[in-house]
C-alpha cells in the first residue's frame, strides 16, 4: 500500500504557490496545483506592472496594524513569517531586493516575471505537478472526491488534504471569481460577503469636467475622511476618483457609505499652505482679471486643480477670498458607491476565522485548508496584501503537513 499523500492546491496564486513551497520539501507527499486559468501566478505578474512590491520595511509593530480589525486573527501567520524573512526567502530563490525611499519593498528588477520563473521552476524541480485550465465545481460524493471542469470534460481529483487558495473577488479575468463562496456556503460554512478593497469611487461630474479631466492626476494633495488624514495622490476618472491616497482610505470610506448612504470627503489642494497664506494672495487687488488668471497668476491654480474648484464653487463663490480660501483647503467630495468590486485592486470579506483552527483547516471540513485573500480580511497597498497571502499559504501548508503526519 503507497504511503503518498496526494494534495491539492486549488490556486496558483501567491498564496497556493507558497503552500505548495512547503508542502513539496516531504518527500512522501505529491502537490499538485489547479487554477482555471491557462497558466501560474498571474495575479503576480500584474503586481508586478507596478515593480512587484513585495512588502513593506516600516517597523513590524506597525506593519501589523495596517490589517486592522483582523490584525489579531492574521498575527500568528505574520509573526511566523515576517517581512524580513520574506526577504530572506527571495534571497535564496536568487531574487535579490531592496527598500525604496517610501519604505516599501522590491525585488532589484521591480519585475514579477524573473521571480515567478524562478520560483515555478524550483517548485516543479521538487515535484509539484501543475494542472491548469481545471476550473473547481465542489466535491463529488465525499469530501475527497474533488471536482473540475477542464472545458472539455469533468475530472475527479482524489485528495488525502486540501488547500483552497482562489483568491477574493477582484480582477475575475485574472482567476479571482468568487464562485468559490456558494460552495462554501452550502457545506455551512460563514462566508462574509465579498466587497470591493482598495477601490475607485463614483462621483457625480458634470459633463464640462468630466470631458475635460477624466484620467487627470491630483498631485500633492492630502485627504481628510473622519479620523484619516495622508498626503499623497489621486486620479479623477469620468467616474469618479481613484489612485493611492483613494486606496488607502477606501475601507473606511467604502464602509461609511454602507452605512450612511454617502461619504463626504475633503481635499487640501495646498497641503503645504495655511488658509492665511492662500488668504493673502487672494486678497491682493484682480484689477480687471478674471478670476481664473487672478487665481493662476496668485496661486498658481489651473488645470485639473481650477476645474474641481469650478465643480464645487459657483461663480459668486469664487469672488468670496475667504470662500475660496477655505475649499483649496478642504475641498469637499460626495462619494456615492465603491465602484465595483471586479475593478478594485483586492477584496475584504471571505471565510470567516471563526470557522477555521489555528492551522488553518476548516472545522466543518476535516483536511481543508484555506489561505490567502479567501480569508475576511483586507489590507492598504504597500505590500500588505502579498505579504499576508505568503504567510497564510505557509501556514496552510504547515497545517496540512502536520494533519497528514
Not at 524562478?118 to 473547481?136: C, E, I, K, P, T
Not at 468630466?210 to 484620467?215: L, R, T, W, Y
Not at 491630483?218 to 476618472?237: Q, Y
Not at 478670476?291 to 488645470?303: C, E, H, I, T
Request: hydrophobic letters at 40%; aromatic letters at 8%; glycine letters at 10%.
Amino acid at each position: 500500500m503507497s504511503n503518498i499523500h496526494n494534495v491539492a492546491i486549488i490556486g496558483a496564486g501567491a498564496a497556493g504557490l507558497m503552500a505548495a513551497e512547503i508542502l513539496s520539501q516531504t518527500k512522501n507527499i505529491q502537490v499538485t496545483v489547479f487554477d482555471a486559468m491557462p497558466s501560474a501566478g498571474r495575479k503576480i505578474l500584474m503586481a508586478g506592472k507596478g515593480g512587484l512590491n513585495i512588502s513593506h520595511a516600516e517597523n513590524f509593530s506597525t506593519f501589523v496594524t495596517r490589517y486592522g480589525s483582523q490584525t489579531n486573527n492574521l498575527l500568528p501567520y505574520l509573526n511566523a513569517f515576517t517581512p524580513t524573512d520574506l526577504r530572506e526567502w527571495l534571497n535564496n530563490l536568487g531574487i535579490e531586493t531592496f527598500v525604496g525611499s517610501s519604505g516599501r519593498i522590491f525585488p532589484k528588477e521591480m519585475k514579477a516575471a524573473p521571480f515567478l520563473r524562478a520560483w515555478l521552476h524550483r517548485l516543479r524541480s521538487n515535484g509539484v505537478q501543475f494542472s491548469m485550465r481545471h476550473r473547481w465545481l465542489g466535491w463529488q460524493n465525499d469530501s475527497n472526491q474533488l471536482l473540475f471542469d477542464t472545458q472539455n470534460s469533468h475530472e475527479i481529483f482524489c485528495a488525502d488534504a486540501v488547500i483552497l487558495a482562489l483568491g477574493g473577488g477582484s480582477w475575475a479575468k485574472l482567476g479571482s471569481t468568487g464562485e468559490w463562496v456558494s460552495i462554501l456556503r452550502e457545506k455551512g460554512m460563514n462566508v462574509e460577503m465579498l466587497q470591493p478593497s482598495n477601490c475607485g469611487f463614483n462621483v457625480t461630474w458634470r459633463d464640462y469636467f468630466k470631458q475635460h479631466f477624466s484620467g487627470e492626476p491630483l498631485k500633492n494633495i492630502s485627504l481628510t475622511f473622519d479620523d484619516f488624514h495622508k498626503k499623497g495622490e489621486a486620479m479623477l476618472t469620468e467616474n469618479g476618483i481613484e489612485g493611492g491616497l483613494i486606496y488607502a482610505a477606501s475601507a473606511k470610506i467604502r464602509d461609511h457609505i454602507s452605512t450612511n448612504g454617502n461619504a463626504i470627503i475633503h481635499l487640501d489642494l495646498f497641503p503645504d499652505k495655511t488658509v492665511s497664506e492662500l488668504l493673502a494672495k487672494l486678497n491682493k487687488p484682480r484689477g480687471k482679471l478674471s478670476v481664473a488668471k487672478f487665481l493662476r497668476n496668485q496661486l498658481k491654480l489651473d488645470g485639473v486643480k481650477a476645474g474641481l474648484v469650478r465643480e464645487v464653487l459657483s461663480i459668486e463663490e469664487l469672488n468670496s477670498p475667504e470662500l475660496v480660501a477655505q475649499t483649496l483647503k478642504a475641498l469637499p467630495l460626495n462619494l456615492l458607491s465603491p465602484r465595483p468590486i471586479d475593478e478594485a485592486i483586492s477584496s475584504a470579506g471571505g471565510i470567516s476565522f471563526d470557522e477555521l483552527n489555528d492551522n488553518l483547516m476548516c472545522k466543518k471540513l476535516a483536511g481543508v485548508f484555506c489561505a490567502g485573500e479567501m480569508l475576511d480580511w483586507e489590507a492598504p497597498t504597500g505590500g500588505y496584501l502579498l505579504t499576508a497571502c505568503f504567510a497564510t499559504g505557509r501556514a496552510a501548508g504547515l497545517g496540512a503537513l502536520k494533519w497528514l503526519k
